[in-house]
């Protein structure tokens, strides 16, 4: 399939997740969103292409959450800041950063990644018949021990 279809396939099933879960949990969404949503979502499926499968799942994840929150930190100063749209506004929350980005949305970020990734790879997967998904969910022989103690 031409690489061009396939990423704006990929795209247009970024930006319209990420309209649905705003409209779900907000209530509302911006175009902007849409662009936001489908560029986050081409990137965080490029980090299986860049990065071997062998770097550990929650890397992947952080490294994800990076992606959107720098993203979103520049369509935020672009959308709100300089053009005055008032898409979104993190003012009032603690340990933000001129109200476009801050640590509580990093950590939902990690968890849309975290989708993302999974759901990036496994549409790759299905419709594109690239490499199926596996990954290293990087347990430590420390985390393994404290998982036989909790099962036992």
Not at 41 to 65: C, D, H, M
Not at 121 to 142: A, K, M, S, V
């Amino acid at each position: 399939m031409n690489q061009y279809i396939k990423y704006l396939l990929l795209f247009t099933s970024g930006g319209m997740l990420y309209n649905v879960i705003e409209i779900t949990f907000r209530g509302w969404t911006h175009w902007t969103m849409f662009i936001l949503g489908g560029l986050c979502f081409i990137l965080l499926g490029l980090i299986n292409e860049i990065l071997p499968w062998t770097v550990p799942l929650w890397q992947q994840v952080v490294a994800g959450a990076g992606i959107i929150t720098g993203l979103e930190f520049v369509t935020g100063c672009i959308v709100n800041l300089w053009l005055g749209w008032a898409v979104w506004d993190y003012s009032q929350m603690s340990g933000n950063l001129l109200g476009q980005i801050c640590p509580q949305f990093f950590l939902l970020w990690l968890l849309v990644s975290l989708v993302g990734i999974v759901l990036d790879d496994y549409l790759r997967f299905i419709f594109f018949e690239e490499e199926q998904p596996h990954y290293n969910i990087g347990l430590t022989r420390y985390s393994k021990k404290v998982i036989w103690l909790v099962k036992r």
